[in-house]
């Protein structure tokens, strides 16, 4: 698919349109044995395709019901189905696979990928983690719904995406089978296998809220995952109406994952929260989880928004307001003494200079520090338009920046935002007067 950062992921071609995981997984061997029913539609001829997958062996592919040849090469299968798939068809590929799933290090030091637990394991997919317990089109562009059927010994837990359809116990195996209705993008997807405590709620407009904490973190965290709530109305007043039909979060032990998540419907957190990480991984489900980047050149779409929902949090709750904080971290005045003020200024926001710098402070603050100069030249009241229409506009797609420049200007037309574009988006080093 051409990503800038990750070339190798993602395969063009095709459309997947749904997936079907089986899984059955033994925490004390780290033994995973999977099924993967990939639908998908050709957008070309294909006498051959190619899916994403390392680690673990694979023992069949079929597709369209007939064995076929298939041949693996670094982290990618290439599949030759029988007479090729025409172009407009939808094909079904079933793999079978087995084995102890890799964990994958990520350019930037960071670990992701299926990560062994002391109860169990926990997935996590940014940026292309998924590759490492299911085979598919693991790149943001290529969004699709999921079912998920997890089965692991009886007396721990198989949380995941989406819904939770039905929970059985069959030969001392607990089977968990969830259901993702709405697109999403591979690297949000999640499953937390261990002994969590579970809460149900509801939010007040009516929304299911299922929460799977560590016996060990949940007194630690039971007050601030009880304002889930709160922080999605907040969210819907704010953002616009949430996009999923569920939401939660997933608490694992400190140290079983080294950072917080965005999964989708239910982020996960290695240790309690604070309240403007949950901010933080909630507005992801707007932004990043329904309005997808297009690559991971796109990525401060996601974490400039995030990172701006919490400094609309604590405006909105008595801290400080969002100007108070730009004007900070413009001086180099933080709260973390340790920051280093040159890294927030070290490339421009739109522009990481390598797939190890798409987690970068100025993805995350000078993406938000864009958002803010977009604010200030359009106003409180265009810009809640701005935030609210862009995630109604590309509900459940993908966008990439220029799409975004391009629905701003359209939303302010009166408005010259050149300076903003090339000085705090694209721009290198610190903008001058502000």
């Known amino acids: ?4 950062y990750f070339p190798a992921s993602g395969t063009g071609g095709y459309d997947v349109t749904h997936y079907g995981l089986t899984l059955d997984y033994e925490p004390g061997t780290r033994w995973l044995v999977g099924e993967a029913v990939i639908v998908a539609r050709a957008e070309e001829d294909l006498r051959a395709f190619n899916l994403d ?19 693996r090469r670094g982290g990618e299968v290439t599949v030759r189905p029988r007479g090729g798939v025409g172009e407009g068809r939808v094909f079904v590929v079933v793999v079978r696979y087995s084995g102890v799933p890799e964990v994958i290090r990520d350019p930037d030091g960071s670990e992701e990928g299926w990560l062994p637990t002391g109860d169990g394991a926990v ?5 292309v983690g998924g590759m490492a317990w299911f085979p598919g089109n693991h790149h943001p562009g290529d969004k699709a719904t ?9 007396g ?3 949380v995941s995406n989406g819904e939770l359809r039905k929970e059985t116990v069959v030969d001392g195996r607990a089977v968990h089978e969830w259901r993702v209705g709405e697109p999403m993008a591979s690297y949000v997807a999640t499953v937390a296998v ?6 149900r709620s509801r939010t007040a407009g009516g929304l299911p809220v299922y929460v799977a904490v560590d016996p060990g973190q949940d ?5 601030v995952l009880g304002r889930i709530p709160e922080i999605v109305a907040w969210g819907e007043r704010t953002f616009g109406a949430y996009p999923f039909l569920s939401t939660g979060a997933i608490v694992e032990r400190k140290g079983d994952a080294g950072y917080a998540l965005e999964t989708q419907n239910r982020p996960v957190f290695p240790g309690a929260p604070s309240v403007e990480l949950l901010v933080h991984e909630l507005a992801h489900q707007w932004y990043g989880n329904s309005v997808t980047p297009g690559s991971w050149r796109d990525m401060w779409l996601n974490e400039g928004f995030a990172t701006y929902a919490e400094w609309l949090w604590g405006e909105d709750h008595g801290g400080d307001t969002a100007q108070e904080v730009f004007d900070r971290l413009y001086a180099g005045d933080h709260f973390d003494k340790e920051a280093d003020d040159d890294a927030v200024w070290a490339f421009p926001p739109a522009r990481p200079p390598s797939a190890a710098h798409i987690s970068g402070r100025p993805v995350y603050e000078r993406g938000a520090m864009v958002l803010h100069e977009v604010r200030r030249t359009v106003g409180d009241r265009v810009f809640r338009d701005i935030l609210r229409g862009w995630a109604a506009e590309r509900r459940h797609g993908n966008a990439d920046t220029g799409d975004f420049t391009a629905y701003v200007e359209a939303k302010a037309p009166g408005e010259d935002f050149a300076g903003i574009w090339r000085s705090w988006l694209h721009g290198e080093g610190r903008p001058g007067e502000v």
């Open 1 to 4: 698919m051409g990503d800038p």
């Open 53 to 71: 997958f390392v680690g673990m062996e694979v023992e069949s592919v079929e597709v369209g019901g007939e064995a076929a040849r298939f041949e």
């Open 123 to 127: 997935a996590l997919g940014q940026p």
């Open 146 to 154: 999921y079912d998920i059927t997890v089965a692991v010994p009886e």
């Open 156 to 158: 721990l837990r198989a």
């Open 194 to 199: 261990g002994e969590f405590r579970i809460r």
């Open 219 to 223: 007194a630690a965290s039971e007050k």
